[in-house]
T-cell receptor, first 112, second 115 residues
Framework: SQKIEQNSEALNIQEGKTATLTCNYT??????LQWYRQDPGRGPVFLLLIRENEKEKRKERLKVTFDTTLKQSLFHITASQPADSATYLC???????????FGRGTSLIVHP | EAQVTQNPRYLITVTGKKLTVTCSQNMNHEYMSWYRQDPGLGLRQIYYSMNVEVTDKGDVPEGYKVSRKEKRNFPLILESPSPNQTSLYFC??????????????FGPGTRLTVL
C-alpha cells in the first residue's frame, strides 16, 4: 500500500538558517505533490504544489524539489524565522484517486 | 471571502448523545471531505463527497455518517459518540474538476471531547 513518510522528530534550527524537510513515498507515481503548513489547533494551509515533470519550484523563501526516481520531495525554507515554526505536511494522490493523501507532518521549530 | 466554516468549534458531550458538526464552503467546490487528526496519527480521512448526493468512505468511517444534499454543505453526524471519537476534526473542500492541483481548503477545526 502507499506510504508517505515524513520525519516524526521535530526539526530545531536557528533563525536565519535554511530548514530542510523531507517527504518520502513508496509504491506510487504521483502526478503532483503538495506541501501544507499547519499551526497548532488550526487547519492546514496550502503552500506549494510541484508536478511530476518539474524538478524544482520556488515561492519567496520556499523551495520544493521533486525527485520521482528517489520518490522524494524536499521542502526548504531559507532565512528561516521564528514565525515559520509550524508543522509541515506533504500530500500526494495515492491509489487511483487524484485527491491527495497527507503525511503525518514534521514539526519545525525556529529558535531566535 | 472564500472560506470553509465549521460549527461548533468546540464541543464536549457524553457517550451516546447524537451530534452533528456542520461544514459549509462558499467556493462552489464539488469535492468535500472530513478528516480527524490525532497525535501521532496525522490526518485521516473519514468520508468524502465528489458531488451532491455522492458520498464514499475514507480510511476511518466507522461510527460516522455524512450527507450531501446541497453543494455547499457537508455535515458530519455521530449517531452514538464514544470516547475514542474524541479528536480534532477538519472539513475540507477542493475543486474536483482541477485534477492537476486539487488544493485542499480546510476549515478551522472542531475539537470534540466525548466523555
Amino acid at each position: 500500500s502507499q506510504k508517505i513518510e515524513q520525519n516524526s522528530e521535530a526539526l530545531n534550527i536557528q533563525e536565519g538558517k535554511t530548514a530542510t524537510l523531507t517527504c518520502n513515498y513508496t509504491n506510487y507515481s504521483p502526478a503532483y505533490l503538495q506541501w501544507y503548513r499547519q499551526d497548532p489547533g488550526r487547519g492546514p494551509v496550502f503552500l506549494l504544489l510541484i508536478r511530476e515533470n518539474e524538478k524544482e519550484k520556488r515561492k519567496e523563501r520556499l523551495k520544493v524539489t521533486f525527485d520521482t526516481t528517489l520518490k522524494q520531495s524536499l521542502f526548504h525554507i531559507t532565512a528561516s524565522q521564528p514565525a515559520d515554526s509550524a508543522t509541515y505536511l506533504c500530500a500526494l494522490p495515492t491509489g487511483g484517486s487524484y485527491i491527495p493523501t497527507f503525511g503525518r507532518g514534521t514539526s519545525l521549530i525556529v529558535h531566535p | 471571502e472564500a472560506q470553509v466554516t465549521q460549527n461548533p468549534r468546540y464541543l464536549i458531550t457524553v457517550t451516546g448523545k447524537k451530534l452533528t458538526v456542520t461544514c459549509s464552503q462558499n467556493m462552489n467546490h464539488e469535492y468535500m471531505s472530513w478528516y480527524r487528526q490525532d497525535p501521532g496519527l496525522g490526518l485521516r480521512q473519514i468520508y468524502y463527497s465528489m458531488n451532491v448526493e455522492v458520498t464514499d468512505k475514507g480510511d476511518v468511517p466507522e461510527g460516522y455518517k455524512v450527507s450531501r444534499k446541497e453543494k455547499r454543505n457537508f455535515p458530519l453526524i455521530l449517531e452514538s459518540p464514544s470516547p475514542n471519537q474524541t479528536s480534532l476534526y477538519f472539513c475540507a473542500s477542493s475543486i474536483d474538476r482541477d485534477r492537476a492541483r486539487n488544493t485542499q481548503y480546510f476549515g478551522p477545526g472542531t475539537r470534540l471531547t466525548v466523555l
